[in-house]
């Protein structure tokens, strides 16, 4: 059958034609032109436009609500109620303090215990296995509710908002993208801007390096603006971006209300901080955690956090069978000197970055004061989940130990004692802090079974919405409740179908019913279930069952949990255990969790270790292989999507034709703080190899000097055996041309080489310069790179190298 030009022209047409009218795809595939035109253009069509009339309602987009607010949504990580002072805590927080005095602050507001599920339930108002966030988007499986893709049923508020009329801004971590597609070639089908977002800026992984952080602005890679030399800091350059997009926006459509999701580093480690802010702290952690447990709790009372008469749990509840040693507290009496000297000045750190991020919020809060904007605008200030435990028992000077599964050393770590909060380090504070920062509570992030994992702060100031000024709410509630709340603030609802597909309902309800209510009133949620990582919960009018699980372990079992019962409303830190004294409930609340489980995809339930979680391999459009290329110019390719040199032999060649005095990176992976790099210095090869930034760094050198001309240059591991810990111990090649020109012992870290995204990269080393040995980016100069490969196969050095050669004959 021959097709005429003139159909297909006119099918191009049509189809063009409804889509533009926002029809349904149904519509768009039998639609006729005419009876389009005629049931959705009202104006009139004749010859000459000078007789027509326009129609441009088909084309208008929705204007926002007379008088509708702006939003802005502050959300920090990793911190729990008694770190801040508007709860009772010693670190200082001005800019929280003032919103809270012209607000309310609430007492039982709740998390999922991780920051991916939580951060996607404050994205869609669902629960986050119907979010497919079972876990952080690095350890997904495939399951319905642990895939890490936000489905279709589920939009997003700033999906909602943005078709209702706002602007849409997100500012910060994102952490809700498929590791997979962190790239610059991957799917950009979940990043903020195709997500309801008109602008993004900030690092779409779960952490990054403050001084030389991992950034992306709308859908692409950037380099940080400028160093830390010259006083960059990330909270302060996030601060900068929000201001400037709420400028530019007021600029050009000055009567649209915005929403901004503002998603600071803070205080997810690294902890990072001038060292100005650090100095505030100085001396105020000596006395150690058990006693800062002790100091907080009254004033927690006293401010109506928890009612009075509320006790601390024990730091070490747990029997040594159940237990995780990773998340022991070492009481502080039996500490030594040196370590209590560590400790004390984590704490610090922590602090120092948490105050200094809220000093950068509060240029934004001021912002909007000179501008007028402040007066309608919602703020909502809130923390992820708990205090972080993965500092360990010992804390670290570089958090990627934990992920390695590697153990911290005290010697290595009171080397850093004097540059702590600096670019030298990448460190989280001991599992003490963790247990401090949540009292009284039990546990701490990962932990979704107690409330150390999930009850967090939350602050709601709106002047001109919400009378209250400086009060307490004590109704219960979850991080599901967040987007309702916009929603009913905004005098707008979630869509039964949106693009065409059917929603999920909400699983959460609206807080507005609170801003005006009494600070005891009842709260409107009646059940919220609670999984993590193997742990789980659920509360359902105001009782709490607990199955006593803990992450992480891969003992599994779950069938064999002993369940715990807790009546919260007047136990907020549930240290009475009431199982024995009401089975009936138990049971009732037990059949729930599963009524619950069922509704929201949530098993199967998996608590398996750090390593296996991270080191599963996840589906990919590329076909697995064995040999990548990467050209010069190749920047930072995300390690989820890079070659993956862990737990194997590997080779590295690199064609190279060098001019006179040429120097610099040829190939680099990782940081300092993990991670390898092949560079020329002072006309000599070298690889180092940074196991997780433990000094001194694992050295290869030339013997001899290079010569201007096309040259192969590189570098082969040949694994042999499994330390202890993990670490592939085995033998370092470096070669020239085929000749080798340097040999050694040498060992691979376990895990990734960072969590921060530090990528790999051809001709430079962004961000956080692998070795000590050149100051990033050591751009190479002096000669042209071909071309680097990354073997993973069994094939042997030497024909990799002949191949190289020949390559290099070809050009």
Request: glycine share 10%; charged share 20%.
């Amino acid at each position: 059958m021959k097709v005429s030009k003139q159909f297909i022209l006119k099918s191009i047409f049509t189809l063009l034609f409804c889509l533009s009218l926002g029809l349904t795809s149904k519509l768009a595939a039998q639609a006729d032109p005419q009876k389009v035109t005629k049931e959705n253009f009202h104006g009139v069509i004749e010859l000459d436009i000078r007789n027509s009339k326009p129609d441009w309602k088909p084309y208008t987009k929705k204007s926002a609500p007379e008088g509708a607010p702006n939003v802005l949504f502050i959300l920090y990580d990793d911190t729990g109620q008694a770190a801040w002072s508007p709860y009772g805590g010693a670190i200082n927080m001005p800019t929280l303090q003032k919103l809270a005095d012209n607000g309310i602050t609430y007492t039982q507001w709740h998390t999922t215990a991780l920051c991916s599920p939580t951060r996607s339930t404050l994205l869609t108002g669902r629960n986050h296995h119907l979010n497919g966030m079972a876990s952080i988007t690095e350890t997904t499986d495939g399951y319905p509710g642990a895939n890490g893709q936000i489905p279709a049923q589920c939009a997003t508020i700033g999906q909602v908002l943005q078709q209702a009329g706002w602007s849409t801004f997100w500012i910060g971590k994102n952490h809700n993208v498929p590791e997979q597609d962190v790239s610059s070639g991957g799917s950009k089908a979940q990043w903020p801007t195709q997500m309801g977002f008109d602008r993004y800026y900030g690092f779409i992984g779960g952490e990054t390096n403050q001084w030389y952080p991992d950034l992306i602005e709308d859908n692409h890679f950037i380099e940080a603006p400028y160093t830390p030399e010259e006083g960059y800091h990330l909270s302060k350059d996030l601060a900068d971006k929000a201001i400037e997009y709420i400028k530019d926006q007021k600029a050009t459509n000055p009567s649209k209300p915005w929403y901004m999701w503002y998603c600071p580093g803070a205080n997810h480690a690294p902890h990072h901080a001038p060292e100005e802010y650090i100095a505030k702290y100085k001396g105020k952690f000596d006395a150690g955690y058990d006693a800062y447990r002790e100091w907080v709790l009254p004033r927690m009372i006293a401010k109506g956090i928890v009612p009075k008469g509320t006790k601390n749990t024990d730091f070490n509840f747990l029997p040594p069978n159940i237990a995780n040693p990773g998340d022991y507290v070492k009481p502080w009496n039996t500490l030594s000197a040196d370590e209590k000297k560590l400790f004390s000045k984590l704490a610090e750190v922590y602090a120092g970055f948490s105050e200094y991020t809220d000093a950068q919020v509060g240029r934004v809060i001021e912002y909007l004061e000179k501008t007028g904007q402040l007066e309608n605008t919602v703020v909502l200030y809130a923390a992820d989940n708990g205090a972080s435990g993965e500092g360990s028992p010992s804390g670290s000077v570089n958090e990627n130990k934990f992920f390695n599964g590697y153990p911290d050393e005290l010697s290595e770590n009171l080397k850093y004692l004097d540059k702590l909060g600096g670019p030298d380090t990448y460190e989280h504070y001991p599992t003490g802090w963790a247990a401090a920062f949540s009292a009284p509570y039990k546990m701490f992030k990962r932990y979704s079974n107690y409330a150390g994992g999930t009850c967090d702060a939350l602050v709601i100031s709106w002047p001109k919405g919400i009378k209250a000024r400086g009060e307490i709410r004590n109704q219960y509630h979850h991080s599901t409740d967040i987007v309702p709340t916009i929603l009913d603030i905004c005098g707008l609802e979630m869509p039964t179908k949106y693009n065409g597909v059917d929603q999920y309902p909400l699983s959460g309800v609206s807080m507005k019913y609170s801003f005006d209510a009494k600070p005891d009133a009842p709260t409107q949620k009646h059940i919220q279930y609670y999984t993590m990582l193997g742990t789980r919960a659920i509360w359902k009018d105001g009782w709490k069952a607990v199955a006593v699980h803990v992450p992480l372990t891969g003992k599994s079992n779950f069938d064999k949990d002993e369940w715990e019962l807790y009546n919260v409303d007047v136990d907020r830190a549930e240290s009475n255990n009431l199982a024995k004294k009401y089975p009936e409930k138990l049971k009732e609340l037990k059949d729930a969790w599963f009524d619950e489980a069922a509704k929201n995809l949530v098993l199967p339930l998996d608590d398996r270790s750090p390593m296996e979680l991270l080191s599963t391999e996840r589906p990919s459009q590329e076909k697995p292989k064995t040999r990548y290329i990467y050209y010069p110019g190749t920047a930072a390719v995300p390690e989820g999507v890079a070659v993956n040199v862990r737990g194997r032999s590997y080779k590295i060649v690199g064609d190279v034709d060098i001019k006179s005095g040429a120097s610099g990176v040829v190939f680099a992976h990782g940081s300092r703080f993990g991670g390898h790099s092949l560079f020329i210095k002072d006309n000599k090869l070298y690889y180092v190899y940074n196991f997780l930034g433990i000094q001194p760094e694992q050295t290869f050198v030339s013997s001899a000097t290079l010569t201007p001309g096309k040259h192969a240059l590189g570098f082969e591991f040949v694994r042999e055996s499994t330390g202890k810990n993990g670490e592939q111990i085995g033998t370092g090649h470096l070669y020239i041309d085929g000749k080798e020109v340097a040999k050694g012992p040498m060992k691979t870290q376990p895990g990734k080489f960072t969590l921060s995204g530090d990528g790999l990269c051809v001709g430079f080393d962004s961000g956080d310069a692998v070795s000590h040995q050149y100051k990033s980016p050591g751009t190479f100069k002096g000669g042209e790179i071909l071309g680097v490969g990354v073997d993973i196969s069994e094939q042997s050095y030497e024909d990799l190298n002949k191949e190289a050669l020949r390559i290099m004959k070809s050009e």
